[in-house]
Structures are given as C-alpha cells and as structure tokens.
C-alpha cells in the first residue's frame, strides 16, 4: 500500500479575513439598496479644463 499524502492546511490571513469581510459588507449594502453604493458620489473634475458654469457664476452681474 501506498502511504496517504499529507493535505494542506489551509490558514486565513488578516488580509482575506478582511477582504472577505469588505465583500460581506458590500453584497450587504447591494442587496440593501438594490444596487451598488458608490463610495465617491462625486466624480473629480480637472482644475484645467474650462468650465463656462463655473466662469459665469464669478462674474459681477451673474452672467447675464
């Protein structure tokens, strides 16, 4: 007879108990609400490029 081979011990880190943890979380607030929660509602808007919304509400008159 052959000898049996030796399984693997599987172990959990801190890091999977946490990304585990994240995912619970998040099919969580999907089922909640329906859809995915975003974490940024606000999406970034470049300095540089020209907003003509932003220009008129400087102006003195208010842009008329």
């Known amino acids: 007879m052959r000898p049996k081979k030796k399984q693997k011990k599987l172990r959990i880190t801190e ?24 974490f940024r509602p606000v999406r ?11 220009f ?3 102006l003195p008159d208010g842009g008329e």
């Open 44 to 54: 970034h808007a470049s300095k540089k490029t020209y907003s003509r919304k932003k």
């Open 15 to 38: 890091k999977d108990f946490m990304l585990a943890n994240r995912r619970a979380a998040r099919l969580e607030d999907i089922a909640l609400h329906g859809k995915p929660t975003a």
């Open 56 to 58: 008129k509400s400087n």
